[in-house]
């Protein structure tokens, strides 16, 4: 049935008009702190996010690190086991290598 397909948060994450579809298997985990999920995203297993904004209708692939105030604009795709480290994704992108440094990727 669909809700077996459907992750749901914790109560101390603050998300408006966000659901989580994963297609089986589950997740084992994903860690999001100080960070914005728009409507949707979808965080893929063992990823961690921190002090990040991933933008509307963008995916996160499996054993992906973002941090240090990366934003990701609407429709960005991020492949699996990257490091974005302060990376500004403008909208539309697809990002298949890691970001190491903050920088703008236009």
Not at 36 to 47: A, K, Y
Not at 81 to 95: A, D, Q, R, V, W
Request: aromatic share 8%; proline share 5%; with cysteine.
């Amino acid at each position: 049935s669909p809700l077996d397909r459907i992750v749901l948060l914790k109560m101390d994450v603050c998300a408006f008009l966000i659901l989580f579809v994963y297609l089986r298997p589950f997740p084992i985990g994903v860690r999001l702190r100080d960070t914005t999920v728009l409507e949707g995203s979808i965080i893929r297993s063992n990823s961690w996010i921190s002090r990040s904004i991933i933008g509307w209708q963008s995916s996160v692939g499996k054993w992906v690190r973002i941090d240090n105030v990366s934003v990701l604009g609407e429709d960005v795709h991020i492949r699996d086991e990257l490091y974005i480290n302060g990376g500004s994704i403008l909208p539309h992108k697809t990002i298949s290598a890691s970001i190491a440094e903050p920088k703008i990727v236009m």
